[in-house]
């Protein structure tokens, strides 16, 4: 089955303990993306990446790492995190060049 | 900056009672437009993309339009089942194919 899955699905942390949320897509997609959503302001994309080991900030990178070294996985990394950055994650992929987005069911974090 | 703004915010209708959700939206150029439903704690769930003014695609009860300011999702005789937010998200040909999001119309269906 075509699908984008993400691990863990919730998290709950403290402060300035780093977590790796993971991801990955198993359509040999080239574009990969990570959102946040947070109630009143909708969907907001993180960071993304056109292909491998190529990644770029999206509207609101600040306080997140990725990495993209294999086309299937693309890591959301947080190495400090802070409890504004409780949120909804969503990872997506998609063929690129216009082409529908696939989203995973989410994982839900919160920083305490 | 691209914007996409979705109304009503909230829609409640009685089962097999139909109407309009509304997805107005500024691009600089327009490469595709994308409505999704999304399901509460789950990802959202792709249903339309639409290309160019005029275009037009159906899936079941539901059909997207599209022009060159706005885009509309027509849902016919509506069952309880189709309870859910949906949202439009536009791609522009400037970006890096990054979706620019509405925050959604969260329709209820009462049986």
């Known amino acids: 089955e075509a699908q984008v899955t993400q691990n863990p699905r919730y998290l709950i942390t403290v402060t300035g303990k780093k977590l790796t949320v993971t991801c990955s897509q198993n359509?040999?997609?080239?574009?990969m993306s990570w959102y946040r959503q947070d109630p009143g302001l909708g969907l907001r994309q993180i960071y993304y990446?056109?292909?491998?080991?190529?990644?770029d900030k999206g509207d609101v990178p600040e306080g997140y790492k990725v990495s993209r070294k294999e086309k299937r996985n693309f890591p959301l990394i947080l190495e400090s995190p802070s409890p504004n950055q409780t949120s909804l994650y969503f990872c997506?992929?998609?063929?690129?060049?216009?082409?529908?987005?696939?989203f995973g069911p989410g994982t839900r974090l919160t920083v305490l | 900056e691209d914007q996409v703004t979705q109304s009503p915010e909230a829609l409640r209708l009685q089962e097999g009672e139909s109407s309009s959700l509304n997805c107005s939206y500024t691009?600089?150029?327009?490469?595709?437009l994308f409505w999704y439903r999304q399901d509460p704690g789950k990802g959202p769930e792709f249903l339309f993309t639409?290309?160019?003014a005029g275009e037009e695609k159906e899936k079941e009860r539901l059909k997207a339009t599209l022009t060159k300011k706005e885009s509309f999702l027509h849902i016919t005789a509506p069952k309880p089942e189709d309870s859910a937010t949906y949202l439009c998200?536009?791609?522009?040909?400037?970006?890096?194919?990054?979706?620019?999001f509405g925050t959604g119309t969260r329709l209820t269906i009462i049986p």
């Open positions: 997506a992929s998609s063929l690129g060049r216009g082409r529908a987005q696939y």
């Open positions: 359509m040999n997609h080239e574009y």
């Open positions: 990446s056109m292909n491998v080991e190529v990644t």
């Open positions: 691009v600089s150029g327009l490469r595709g």
């Open positions: 639409l290309y160019s």
């Open positions: 998200a536009v791609i522009s040909n400037f970006g890096n194919e990054k979706l620019t």
